[in-house]
């Protein structure tokens, strides 16, 4: 039940490009996208919706993928900042005060 | 800027004990949630509440409760502290109850060592 998130690991030089998965067994209305830095608490990157668009801020976009159920994060032209663990979390209307968590991916961005 | 802060980030006790961690948010959400984070698992939900003196159980129960007297003030119990529970134990909070399309907002957690 828990999405499946790939690559588990991810190490990049300064400037190149990252996308992070994020795959669930269940149909999906929403999935949401964190990232943690080391010591620090989860910090919210953005929610894409069922029937939504593709969303973005900065260099970091999203899509999400109804009929496949899962959501792709993209990290265009990385930077020392973007390390960390990305989370996805996903929703469902069946539960809908949860939400379930994928087992992160870790990014590391080396100068 | 809303603001989940937890009592303790570091807490070192004995098996058996009764451990209580504290969670306060400043922005009167409504929804609260323990999670306990374990490398290579993610976030697990402990125990969400929607509503004063309202919970309902998470993926992972057993061995916790909670107690939310206050709207601001969640706040998870390990009645006797076992070495299985030894991890990172994040605080989030969120508006609007019963909806998953809503940021959460976490605290920095608390690193429980249950020796």
């Known amino acids: 039940q828990q999405p499946v998130q790939s690559p588990q690991a991810v190490i990049l030089r300064e400037g190149e490009d990252a996308v992070i998965n994020c795959s669930s067994s269940k149909a999906l209305y929403s999935v949401h996208w964190y990232r943690q830095k080391h010591g620090e608490a989860p910090v919210f990157l953005m929610i894409l919706l069922k029937g939504g668009e593709q969303k973005g801020h900065d260099k970091i976009s999203a899509s999400f993928n109804e009929k496949k159920q899962q959501s792709s994060l993209y990290l265009t032209a990385s930077q020392l900042s973007y390390s960390g663990t990305y989370f996805c979390?996903?929703?469902?209307?069946?539960?809908?005060?949860?939400?379930?968590w994928g087992a992160g991916t870790k990014l590391i961005i080396k100068p | 800027d809303v603001k989940v802060t937890q009592s303790s980030r570091y807490l070192v006790k004995r098996t058996g004990e009764k451990v209580f961690l504290e969670c306060v948010q400043d922005m009167d959400h409504e929804n609260m949630f323990w999670y306990r984070q374990d490398p290579g698992l993610g976030l697990r939900l402990i125990y969400f509440?929607?509503?004063?003196?309202?919970?309902e159980k998470g993926d992972i129960p057993e061995g916790y409760s909670v107690s939310r007297e206050k709207k601001e003030r969640f706040s998870l119990i390990l009645e006797s502290a076992s070495t299985n529970q030894t991890s990172m134990y994040l605080c989030a909070s969120s508006p609007r109850p019963r909806e998953n399309w809503y940021e959460q907002f976490f605290g920095p957690g608390t690193r429980l060592t249950v020796l």
């Open positions: 979390g996903t929703g469902n209307l069946d539960s809908n005060y949860q939400l379930i």
């Open positions: 509440s929607y509503d004063v003196k309202m919970k």
